[in-house]
């Protein structure tokens, strides 16, 4: 099939999908520019005792002019797509990256929460068995031990308890109220 004669010219993109391309790059450049601006400390301290060589450090540099290149670039494409929108893409699109890593550590938490209640369940499980465990042979033995004594309850297993205690209400050794009337004169 080959284009009618006079529709030899491509359709036009909206501004939509090239705004959005356009905030799709300027979140590339800021993962960019913050995997730069991590690397750079390390890299000097490294660079200062000599494990690594002069070229990775031009490198960096390099690649860091390019993104400051790229971001000139995004801005004015943005202030040519849409007035002053080039003032505040990057803000935008920082905001969108933020989301995203807070979206990934929220489901990276989730899944870790499924695991670790996976793990719980089962242990739960298992010390439950056990406790059911101890508790059939506490029986066993209790029954094994009545069994021994005959079966027979004795009065020696009864508790004795004694009146007047910090419950009964009255201090113990005084008996009633001891308060006195008092007349009117």
Request: glycine share 10%; with cysteine; proline share 4%.
């Amino acid at each position: 099939m080959e284009p009618e004669s006079g529709k030899d010219k491509a359709t036009p993109v909206p501004d939509s999908i090239l705004k959005a391309a356009l905030l799709q790059r300027a979140c590339e450049d800021i993962k960019r520019i913050l995997a730069i601006r991590t690397a750079k400390p390390p890299l000097s301290q490294l660079l200062q005792r000599g494990s690594v060589g002069d070229e990775l450090w031009q490198r960096l540099l390099r690649a860091e002019k390019e993104v400051e290149a790229e971001v000139k670039d995004v801005v004015e494409e943005a202030n040519a797509l849409a007035t002053n929108w080039g003032q505040t893409i990057f803000q935008s699109a920082n905001e969108m990256v933020n989301n995203a890593s807070v979206r990934d550590k929220v489901a990276q938490l989730q899944a870790g929460g499924r695991a670790d209640r996976e793990w719980w369940d089962k242990e739960r499980a298992s010390i439950q068995s056990k406790f059911m465990q101890e508790l059939d042979e506490g029986k066993a033995a209790d029954s094994s031990k009545g069994a021994s004594s005959g079966g027979v309850n004795s009065d020696e297993d009864a508790v004795l308890v004694e009146g007047g205690g910090p419950a009964s209400g009255t201090p113990s050794g005084t008996k009633g109220s001891s308060k006195k009337k008092k007349g009117k004169k």
